[in-house]
């Protein structure tokens, strides 16, 4: 029989909670106060997400039990009630929310050592993945244009209101509501090592394509699968409960087209694929350039194509935050809060832990503050023997304290000659009769499981950003017979370049993190070195929550 299970999620009326959670969930409806629901689905309803600060129209309170009530009467189906309450209060804090915290006392005190008698109160806080500070008054000001939208009935200026991320997450979500006819097919596929939300972002890219009336190929095992004609069609049910699933359900590998172009072009041909949509890590934007590249000799290849940054390492070029790394970096964070813990049983102990991510440094920093390391060693910052001893000395320092164990995270590849072998030697050489050693190397665990809400949310709008720019780009070659550009990388930026550094941008934003690192490890490390956030006035940019690490 037919169940519907209703969930009370609290926020009052910011609803927050119910937009995000629904686009994470992606089961049902969902009813926030913002925007009441106006016309029924003919879908089967699964989950109703409901925040308890829901209204109607006219502006009465939307209750579950009222909900509940009017599904069994009208529907007839066995429904059940859940209010979250104060569970959604969570328990151990997420790697984002540590550093987030951990980043934002920082800059509060950097606000203060700044100011002048001039300087306007400011609220401390995160834009992109730069910290910014707002000031006060213009942060009330808007709350309070938030609720007079709301008492006014004014749904459409408050959904604006609060910001570019809520109004994406809405829109995203109703536009899977109607299909359109469409002469069109594109393909996706998967390239690289597997990573938590490429499932996700399959699945919006899909079920989208599907409502903008596109045809809808997916292929098995990459760029391998496609020179093979591991190439199938796919509709609205095939990529059903793909969003909580970790890993890869297409299959990836990390062959390059180049070693198989001609098989690649006959399937192209043969599928008349006329968009391609890759989601991958470092191999996806080598790859893509590879099919850019080979269009001078095979037409076929001039073809709208655009790429998902999907990898845990976080390095593709052009992007701050790649899909699966949220995922990477709360697996890594977990395993070492197990290691610390062990630590703690055991007195006077130092564990080095090994990370994933190839050249790129963002894994072991990042886990490093969540986790509050003593140290980590990463490609992009250059370390010599001297900071090696350096650490081991401090770590002795620290053994005469009330604390008296050690953390020390060292990227895979930060060093030719200073492997994780070479570091438990040093450490447990000069640490010896003072504190012993132990490796751990945390290897493929960090490819994680479920991916987290983040990753969740962050693929699902990617996959939609991407179909909806393919399917403007195949609009304007149907009308124009020609598009000036017809490739796009698909991703979150501020500060990014690609270049010619091994694996990843030539500049790294979160490098800058390392400098709270070295303070919350307590090196002394001069306050002059760090780069704090601006005043910024109060846009719906600075507004916006998508925000990661």
């Given amino acids: 029989g037919s169940a519907t299970h209703n969930l009370s999620v609290r926020g009052d009326k910011g609803c927050w909670c119910s937009a995000a959670g629904g686009l994470g969930l992606s089961r049902g409806g969902r009813s926030p106060p913002l925007r009441p629901q106006t016309r029924s689905r003919g879908s089967r309803l699964n989950i109703i997400i409901i925040a308890e600060g829901a209204i109607d129209r006219s502006g009465k309170p939307i209750s579950s039990n009222y909900v509940k009530d009017l599904v069994v009467q009208r529907l007839g189906f066995d429904t059940r009630v859940t209010v979250l309450g104060h569970v959604q209060r969570g328990g151990t804090p997420s790697a984002f929310d540590r550093v987030l915290s951990s980043k934002m006392g920082m800059e509060a005190v950097m606000a203060l050592l700044e100011a002048t008698p001039d300087t306007p109160a400011c609220v401390v806080s995160l834009s992109g993945n730069q910290s910014v500070r707002l000031p006060l008054m213009e942060c009330v000001q808007v709350t309070k244009d938030v609720q007079k939208a709301m008492d006014e009935k004014r749904f459409e200026e408050a959904i604006q209101l609060r910001g570019r991320s809520f109004e994406n997450n809405w829109n995203i979500y109703k536009l899977l509501a109607h299909q359109k006819p469409s002469p ?44 093979k004609g591991q190439v199938r069609e796919v509709g609205w049910h095939d990529v059903a409960g793909w969003l909580g699933r970790g890993g890869s359900m297409l299959g990836t590998k990390r062959t390059l087209p180049k070693t198989c172009m001609e098989k690649i072009v ?47 390492s976080n390095n593709v070029p052009g992007t701050d935050f790649s899909l699966g790394s949220d995922t990477a970096v709360n697996a890594a964070m977990e395993s070492c809060d197990r290691i610390k813990q062990s630590a703690s049983g055991t007195k006077r102990r130092v564990f080095i832990v090994e990370t994933m991510g190839g050249y790129c440094g963002y894994l072991s920093t990042v886990t490093g503050i969540a986790v509050g390391a003593d140290a980590a060693y990463v490609y992009e ?23 008296q164990r050690g953390l020390v995270l060292r990227n895979e590849k930060c060093h030719e000659h200073y492997t994780t072998e070479f570091l438990y030697n040093l450490y447990s050489s000069e640490g010896k009769g003072i504190f012993d050693c132990r490796i751990n190397v945390l290897g493929h665990l960090q490819q994680g499981g479920a991916p ?28 124009k017979g020609e598009t000036r550009d017809g490739v796009l990388w698909v991703g979150r930026w501020h500060r990014a370049a690609p270049g010619p550094r ?48």
Avoid at 502 to 514: A, I, M, S
Wanted: proline letters at 3%; glycine letters at 8%; a negative charge.
């Fill in 184 to 227: 069109f097919s594109m393909a996706i596929l998967n390239v690289g090592a597997p990573a938590a939300g490429m499932n996700a972002a399959v699945r919006s890219a899909v079920r989208i394509a599907i409502c903008q009336g596109h045809t809808v190929y997916v292929v098995s095992d990459g760029f391998e699968g496609l020179s």
């Fill in 381 to 403: 910052d250059p370390f010599t023997i001297h900071d090696l001893k350096a650490n081991v000395e401090h770590l002795t320092d620290k053994m005469k304290t009330d604390i």
């Fill in 452 to 479: 987290t809400p983040f990753d969740r949310n962050y693929g699902t709008k990617l996959g939609v950003k991407a179909v909806l720019w393919m399917s403007e780009k195949l609009q304007e070659v149907y009308r």
């Fill in 266 to 312: 006959e399937n192209v041909r043969k599928f008349n694929i006329q968009a391609l949509l890759v989601i991958g890590g470092f191999e996806a934007y080598e790859g893509v350039l590879q099919l850019v590249e080979a269009r001078g000799q095979y037409e076929e290849l001039c073809i709208i194509m655009c790429v998902i940054p999907a990898t845990i």
């Fill in 502 to 549: 091994p694996h990843g941008p030539t500049e790294q934003w979160w490098l800058n993190l390392r400098l709270m690192l070295k303070m919350l490890a307590n090196y002394q490390i001069s306050l002059t070195e760090y780069i704090s956030g601006t005043m910024e006035h109060v846009t719906r940019r600075t507004l916006s929550i998508e925000k990661g690490f």
